[in-house]
């Protein structure tokens, strides 16, 4: 093999690989134990994954999840990931392997940030830089603390990880020049965006405007397209229209599910927007910015995307000129000045992101609160800095360059005399002695986020980050020096340097927290194939219970409500039966598990005057079939009288008897109900949104003639 194909191969792939050696521990057990990612990551989105494996390979779309909060939509649910592409090979694998555990569930994870770090490479690379600068900035970046503390949200590593793709495609397509070109990286920008609006966490989708706003600054300005690629791309008006082409059809593809989530949305707690003190909460501010560049204790988690002193170390001195070549009469203000559009760029971008993050405390966010569509949706505004990591990776490989242009080149053509011939040292040592003093201040006054209180060890070791941030300045220091002395300029010295390098940033990023900021220890567990069919109908049998709040992957079903989440009018239901909690057990089938009744009327003044009623006609159905979506029954009515499912209504709900719709009444504001006359029927409750249940019966055509 060429050296020219190794280094066209090995760095990306180095590149790909990184984030599951460096985050190892959280994919390989050892002695049966491993590092489990904590918060949301086991409760919430786990259970969701192989609900859905199990369904895809029986070749059916699961499109209601009964085995939470008494009925909830599954395939809108943005936590279900129910249309991201990667579900496929996942569903191979599920088949294959038997099932899907939690560790299969955060190498899944793990893979998001691998497909970040990789986009983020092969991104940069358009740029022209030297492979070594590429990875040294994809390194850096990719497992910051913003992408690694996203982790605990598996759907937003995986909303970030197509980023850097995205851009990717934009830049080929303004750099294109043929039909071919075009449309291959048309498509690509189709599929970068389709896994973005399917990755299920929806926040992502308008963060991405965040990005890709000021960066068409830099492709639509020729000043811009000249210093940044060295090249001005000429008629920008074809590639627009392409960029364009493609962003609408997958648009267009994704908006039914879209408008769907956004329905499912409007019927939850808080999420429907308008709410100012839901969308300001989880504050984040100018100390925490600090924080995240500076000393991670003290700043909140939601936010953080410290990348390492040294890294900071890098970019500083490019902004302010420390890299810059000094030639005979040059002035320190006009190195300051050097490229002066180009760091005032990125310097804008940087504070519009973090104007936007202060929430309650800036101006810009209140006007965009105001104006912009779905943004009163959101909430928890600091995790917008995802969008900061690739302006950071490009300043950082803009930076990284200068930095071995310079120890390649130091004091070629120079004139100037004394002091000022060690500018990059007495710049780099100012800039570390300002890192150092906002360091110890923040660590001796105690400043401590508000995700760090709980972790008390933590806080007391923070001064490691004091300690490898000094080592990285030293490191840097002592380099810039020999570089004085005797050029940097062969590859055999330049590439153990950015080794050195790498390791001193990992190690920053290493210390205290381990890398991702949730985590506990776990035993290993097998896998098994969970045959959700099966479980769903064993489930009208089985006692729920209200102490729980997520999917269930047992035939126990789940009552209780998660924050924010789940329907309004069920909250609103137990909210106002919460004096009639032993009546609403039974009915809710915490006592012996039943959830089909069938009474009089459904206009009862009280649970308990409902249980009287209905307990006149005990054993009145046979269950025929049930899958979820889908309750079909037997129904002897020995009186003109309602067929009650207590499982929550949604506007897709359908019922049929006797083969012909009925109309779906409300039972207590929030359970099914149909009306019917004395005598047997055939009776059916059908979950059928209009588009997605086509998709279904497709796959069920599908599937029925395989079987022939």
């Given at each position: 093999m060429s050296k020219n194909t190794i280094q066209r191969w090995l760095p990306p792939l180095i590149a790909f690989i990184w984030p599951f050696l460096f985050f190892i521990r959280f994919i390989i057990p050892i002695n049966g134990h491993y590092q489990a990612i904590g918060n949301d990551f086991s409760t919430v989105y786990y259970p969701s994954k192989p609900y859905l494996l199990d369904r895809l390979i029986h070749l059916t779309i699961p499109l209601w999840s009964p085995a939470e909060a008494a009925g909830y939509p599954f395939y809108s649910s943005p936590i279900a990931q129910v249309f991201y592409p990667l579900n496929l090979p996942l569903a191979f694998f599920y088949k294959l392997a038997g099932g899907f555990s939690l560790l299969d569930y955060q190498v899944y994870t793990i893979l998001g940030l691998a497909i970040f770090s990789l986009g983020l490479y092969l991104w940069l690379k358009t740029f022209g830089y030297n492979w070594r600068v590429i990875l040294f900035a994809t390194l850096c970046i990719s497992v910051s603390f913003k992408i690694s503390e996203t982790s605990r949200f598996p759907n937003s590593v995986h909303?970030?990880?197509?980023?850097?793709?995205?851009?990717?495609?934009?830049?080929?397509?303004?750099?294109?020049?043929?039909?071919?070109?075009?449309?291959?990286?048309?498509?690509?920008?189709?599929?970068?965006?389709?896994?973005?609006?399917?990755?299920?966490?929806?926040?992502?989708?308008?963060?991405?405007?965040?990005?890709?706003?000021?960066?068409?600054?830099?492709?639509?300005?020729?000043?811009?397209?000249?210093?940044?690629?060295?090249?001005?791309?000429?008629?920008?008006?074809?590639?627009?229209?392409?960029?364009?082409?493609?962003?609408?059809?997958?648009?267009?593809?994704?908006?039914?599910?879209?408008?769907?989530?956004?329905e499912l949305l409007k019927q939850t707690a808080s999420r429907g927007g308008g709410t100012w003190i839901y969308a300001t909460s989880h504050e984040f501010t100018f100390i925490n910015t600090l924080g995240s560049l500076l000393f991670p204790p003290a700043t909140s988690a939601e936010g953080l995307y410290f990348f390492g002193v040294l890294g900071l170390l890098f970019i500083l001195l490019y902004l302010l000129g420390g890299f810059a070549k000094i030639q005979a009469g040059t002035t320190f203000l006009s190195a300051l000045l050097e490229d002066r559009w180009v760091k005032l760029y990125f310097i804008l971008w940087f504070i519009l992101i973090s104007l936007v993050t202060y929430g309650k405390y800036s101006i810009l966010f209140a006007v965009l609160w105001k104006t912009v569509p779905f943004f009163q949706q959101l909430r928890v505004w600091g995790r917008l800095n995802i969008v900061l990591l690739p302006v950071l990776a490009w300043i950082l490989a803009i930076s990284y360059s200068q930095f071995e242009r310079l120890v390649s080149e130091r004091n070629e053509g120079l004139q100037v005399k004394g002091i000022a011939r060690w500018r990059p040292e007495i710049t780099l040592s100012a800039i570390y002695l300002c890192v150092l003093s906002i360091q110890i201040f923040l660590y001796v006054s105690h400043t401590v986020g508000e995700s760090w209180i709980h972790h008390v060890a933590w806080v007391q070791n923070s001064?490691?980050?004091?300690?490898?941030?000094?080592?990285?300045?030293?490191?840097?220091?002592?380099?810039?020096?020999?570089?004085?002395?005797?050029?940097?300029?062969?590859?055999?010295?330049?590439?153990?340097?950015?080794?050195?390098?790498?390791?001193?940033?990992?190690?920053?990023?290493?210390?205290?927290?381990?890398?991702?900021?949730?985590?506990?220890?776990?035993?290993?567990?097998?896998?098994?194939?969970?045959?959700?069919?099966?479980?769903?109908?064993?489930?009208?049998?089985?006692?729920?219970?209200?102490?729980?709040?997520?999917?269930?992957?047992?035939?126990?079903?789940?009552?209780?409500?998660?924050?924010?989440?789940?329907?309004?009018?069920?909250?609103?239901?137990?909210?106002?039966?919460?004096?009639?909690?032993?009546?609403?057990?039974?009915?809710?089938?915490?006592?012996?598990?039943?959830?089909?009744?069938?009474?009089?009327?459904?206009?009862?003044?009280?649970?308990?005057?409902?249980?009287?009623?209905?307990?006149?006609?005990?054993?009145?159905?046979?269950?025929?079939?049930?899958?979820?979506?889908?309750?079909?029954?037997?129904?002897?009515?020995?009186?003109?009288?309602?067929?009650?499912?207590?499982?929550?209504?949604?506007?897709?709900?359908?019922?049929?008897?006797?083969?012909?719709?009925?109309?779906?009444?409300?039972?207590?504001?929030?359970?099914?109900?149909?009306?019917?006359?004395?005598?047997?029927?055939?009776v059916l409750f059908s979950y059928q949104p209009p588009l997605f249940r086509k998709i279904d019966d497709i796959i069920g055509g599908f599937k029925a003639y395989l079987s022939k």
């Open positions: 909303e970030a990880a197509w980023y850097p793709w995205i851009l990717l495609a934009v830049t080929c397509i303004f750099r294109s020049i043929t039909v071919k070109q075009w449309i291959g990286y048309g498509l690509l920008l189709f599929f970068a965006l389709y896994c973005l609006f399917t990755a299920g966490y929806p926040y992502f989708i308008l963060y991405l405007l965040f990005l890709i706003g000021p960066y068409l600054l830099a492709l639509l300005i020729p000043g811009l397209q000249k210093r940044f690629w060295g090249v001005e791309f000429g008629n920008i008006l074809r590639p627009f229209l392409v960029m364009l082409a493609s962003a609408f059809s997958v648009l267009l593809v994704c908006l039914p599910y879209l408008l769907n989530m956004q001064y490691a980050y004091i300690v490898l941030g000094g080592i990285a300045f030293l490191t840097l220091l002592t380099i810039l020096i020999i570089s004085f002395y005797r050029k940097i300029n062969n590859n055999r010295v330049l590439f153990p340097v950015l080794i050195g390098l790498v390791i001193i940033s990992a190690s920053e990023k290493m210390v205290v927290v381990g890398g991702i900021f949730w985590q506990k220890d776990m035993t290993t567990r097998g896998r098994v194939e969970l045959k959700i069919h099966e479980v769903d109908l064993l489930a009208l049998g089985r006692n729920r219970k209200d102490d729980c709040f997520e999917i269930s992957l047992t035939p126990t079903f789940c009552l209780q409500l998660e924050p924010n989440w789940h329907y309004n009018r069920y909250r609103d239901f137990l909210a106002r039966t919460e004096n009639e909690k032993d009546a609403r057990d039974v009915l809710l089938g915490k006592v012996d598990g039943n959830r089909l009744f069938f009474s009089q009327k459904i206009d009862s003044p009280s649970i308990q005057a409902f249980l009287d009623d209905a307990g006149r006609y005990p054993a009145f159905s046979q269950v025929e079939t049930y899958t979820g979506d889908d309750l079909a029954l037997k129904v002897k009515a020995p009186v003109d009288g309602y067929v009650s499912f207590i499982d929550n209504w949604d506007k897709d709900w359908k019922a049929f008897v006797d083969g012909q719709p009925v109309p779906i009444e409300l039972l207590f504001g929030t359970f099914k109900s149909i009306k019917l006359k004395a005598g047997e029927h055939e």
